[in-house]
């Protein structure tokens, strides 16, 4: 919640006059004003789940992250030159690298990979509450946004504007620069899918909520999981990946078949 | 039509009934009798490799019956609408009537999914089939005269098929096909002075405007069509007016054709394989999916998908524009000389020239003004083939590159990695091809030459009278060595003064590339040697 309002200092005089201090105190009000409202804004998701969190999760989170994460982001999360800084990165980020095991990461590479989650889902929630009471963040999203029974059309749309570039028009993923790529959004889960917008994970930019609301985020997981949900209507989809799978197809099975029935119709009779 | 030819019209009625009747009937009034007799004996060698340009027509027949019921949906217009079909994801979406349409052909026409994707699949199958068509016509040499022509109206046609592919692919207007056409609008502007007035004659205006999905259809529907089903006549008249040429083999000559007349088995046979092309075109898109409209939601000219691809023949251009270093482009006099397009579109072209006139670039060279009806196996030809094999490599490496993020993403490889090994592949491949594909050929001659000379070893050991050991050698029976003796040799022309007492330059070129080809050679077995070498079984 935003901060208090009582910042002006110093006694004030019986002289009928307006304190010298009167105009700094004003301006300092303002800003306060305003500074405060902004913050309200912007992080009310992020500050309300810092005060949900006790601190005793925050402790056990703090145990995890020295044992677990400490090496490469530093003790006090402020990272090091193996690892970037996690001051700030909010409990939403937590979940996702570490709830789609991507964190810890197994090696240095081009990018931290999916692989089995190393941690329970009580883990991960300490984790999370600890990273976010060193600093407001983006929090973990409401479950309103999460239930896929928004507008696909909508969510189709800005899904091509916005993501189908690297992830392609089906999310089935597409290849970045140097070994780095855009993976399939095949069986990611709502919750992830909201956070990885949100925080921009590995490669991915940032769609924060001024940019994409939530709404249209729940239009966007709503359309990923129609498609997910929803098999082709033309029969077994190759994979989505367009022309290069249908061509590939096409040569092996389709002319291999009609080849193998050339020979066969041409065979001499025993 | 068997039953027709099996009855000799005679003057007077025999008996028959119904059928003889009508036979008689239709051949008093149009002799078609002369004409089943001349067609019906027509004789056809039987091999695997020959069907393949049926293949190629059988999947035009196909086209063309899917492709009429489409166009009695399909509407060619850019007008917008919103969408208000059965597909939610796309429901009150702003689209042209184009993709609206192909969207109710999807969802809500009766069998029109499965029309599309019919017309689809044997649209991919047609163009490579011809594909594989050419390929057995060149490593086989079967363009070699009189049969030039055909060759040239064959890749004509092969051209002529993937405008056919390309502009239908445009015609959705979805934004798969957005994309490629943009692509294409890219291509043409980048051809200095001219490229922007083209592009604006062709888009009606500035790309994409709201008249290029129309002015597709025509061409699609009614101009390509035409010239195609036109090209085809005249290149299965050449068929029969040059008679089939047939592999080598005992008894087979350049003077007549080994196999089965048309009529009945062969007309019987070819006439079922064509249930069997639409079945197995039928299976393909009863089971897969192909261009998911759907998916890829109208044209916007601001997204572009991950792995946006032409259709695969297409692919060897889009590849080459990938391939091509960036940075290659200068303003000069005013105008931009985009390198990095003006590259790949004259490198392209180069290729489609060199195909196309290979016959007779081949036919200057050895000088042969014979007919050749007996195809040369393979690596008889080792210069041919091995320019083949390069050529082939030069196109996978274009094709692979469009296909450059897929690979990437799929066998765990950086985008550069993959750009840069195709690059070298596009340019050191044909090198490696040629001369590994060349080596093969000689040492299987060499191989062959062995056997007739000396026969195949039978790993039996017999010690003769005189204590000495000998291999028994079993020799090859006389079918067999005909194969493997019958081949046109060529040896280099030697430059020889013209009536002036003069040495040309076109000569000398000439008697270079001549020495480039058949430097290199395995001489057939001759009679003679043959003979030498009878009773000689060690």
């Known amino acids: 919640m935003p901060r208090t309002k009582k910042p002006t200092h110093g006694p004030s005089r019986r002289s009928g006059r307006r304190s010298p201090l009167a105009s700094v105190a004003l301006i300092a009000i303002g800003l306060l004003f305003t500074g405060g409202a902004y913050a309200a804004f912007s992080t009310t998701t992020a500050s309300a789940a810092t005060d949900t969190a006790s601190q005793q999760t925050v402790a056990e989170g703090e145990k995890l992250f020295a044992a677990n994460c400490a090496t490469c982001h530093g003790l006090s999360a402020d990272g090091t030159t193996t690892g970037p800084s996690l001051i700030g990165v909010g409990a939403a980020s937590v979940d996702f690298q570490v709830g789609t095991g991507r964190m810890p990461m197994q090696m240095n590479g081009p990018q931290a990979e999916v692989k089995p989650v190393q941690f329970t889902e009580e883990q991960t929630a300490a984790l999370a509450a600890y990273v976010a009471s060193l600093a407001p963040g983006p929090a973990i999203p409401d479950a309103e946004y999460l239930d896929a029974e928004g507008d696909a059309a909508s969510g189709a749309e800005l899904f091509r504007i916005n993501c189908a570039m690297c992830h392609n028009v089906a999310g089935a993923g597409g290849a970045l620069t140097e070994g780095k790529y855009a993976p399939s959004l095949d069986g990611v889960t709502p919750q992830h899918i909201f956070e990885a917008m949100l925080t921009g994970p590995q490669n991915m930019p940032v769609f924060n909520d001024m940019n994409i609301s939530p709404e249209d985020k729940r239009d966007i997981i709503t359309y990923l999981k129609y498609v997910e949900n929803n098999p082709s209507p033309g029969g077994f989809a190759l994979g989505s990946l367009g022309p290069v799978s249908e061509g590939l197809f096409l040569w092996i099975f389709g002319l291999g078949a009609i080849v193998a029935l050339t020979v066969w119709i041409t065979a001499k009779s025993n | ?538």
């Open chain 2, 1 to 538: 039509m068997s039953t027709t030819t099996n009855m000799t019209p005679a003057e007077t009625k025999k008996s028959g009934g119904f059928t003889s009747a009508a036979a008689n009937y239709l051949d008093e009034r149009t002799s078609i009798s002369t004409a089943v007799k001349e067609l019906g004996r027509k004789i056809f060698p039987d091999h695997w490799s020959f069907l393949l340009g049926e293949v190629a027509l059988y999947s035009f027949v196909i086209i063309l019956i899917s492709g009429s019921f489409l166009t009695f949906f399909f509407q060619a217009s850019m007008a917008e609408v919103h969408y208000d079909g059965s597909y939610v994801p796309l429901k009150g979406v702003e689209m042209s009537v184009a993709m609206a349409s192909s969207l109710d052909i999807s969802f809500d026409v009766r069998g029109g999914l499965l029309m599309r994707q019919v017309h689809h699949w044997a649209a991919l199958l047609f163009v490579a089939s011809i594909g594989l068509h050419m390929l057995r016509i060149y490593f086989t040499g079967a363009f070699r005269k009189p049969r030039e022509l055909n060759w040239v109206i064959g890749f004509v046609l092969f051209i002529l098929a993937m405008a056919e592919g390309f502009t239908g692919y445009s015609l959705p207007d979805d934004l798969l096909s957005g994309n490629g056409l943009r692509i294409i609008d890219g291509m043409v502007k980048g051809i200095p002075v001219v490229g922007t007035w083209i592009s604006f004659l062709l888009f009606g205006g500035e790309f994409p405007g709201t008249d290029i999905v129309g002015r597709l259809y025509s061409l699609h529907i009614l101009l390509l069509p035409a010239i195609i089903v036109a090209l085809i006549a005249l290149h299965l008249l050449f068929v029969v007016v040059h008679k089939h040429t047939q592999y080598p083999g005992a008894g087979r000559t350049n003077n007549n054709v080994v196999g089965y007349p048309i009529l009945p088995v062969y007309a019987a046979k070819a006439g079922g394989f064509f249930f069997i092309v639409f079945g197995v075109v039928m299976l393909l898109a009863s089971f897969f999916t192909i261009n998911p409209i759907w998916n890829y939601g109208p044209y916007d000219p601001s997204p572009v998908s991950a792995g946006t691809q032409p259709d695969w023949y297409i692919g060897f251009a889009d590849g080459a524009l990938r391939l091509i270093p960036p940075g290659l482009e200068w303003v000069w006099f005013g105008h931009t000389w985009s390198f990095n397009i003006l590259i790949p579109l004259v490198g392209l072209g180069l290729f489609i020239g060199v195909v196309l006139s290979y016959p007779f670039l081949e036919a200057w060279v050895t000088g042969d003004k014979r007919e050749h009806h007996v195809l040369d196996r393979p690596r008889n030809a080792p210069t041919r083939t091995a320019i083949g094999a390069a050529g082939v490599t030069f196109y996978a490496g274009l094709w692979a590159a469009a296909s450059s993020d897929i690979i990437a993403t799929h066998f765990k490889l950086t985008m550069e990695g993959v750009i840069h090994t195709l690059q070298a592949v596009v340019i050191l491949g044909p090198f490696i091809a040629y001369f590994i594909t060349k080596r093969v050929c000689l040492a299987l001659m060499k191989k062959d030459r062995e056997i007739v000379l000396h026969g195949y070893e039978t790993g039996r050991i017999v010690r003769l009278p005189g204590g000495e050991y000998i291999e028994v050698h079993q020799p090859v029976d006389e079918y067999e060595r005909w194969k493997l003796v019958s081949y046109s040799d060529y040896k280099p022309l030697a430059l020889t003064p013209n009536a002036k007492g003069k040495i040309s330059p076109v000569q000398r070129v000439r008697a270079g590339l001549s020495r480039w080809f058949f430097e290199d050679r395995i001489a057939p077995v001759g009679s003679k040697e043959l003979e030498e070498s009878h009773g000689d079984h060690h």
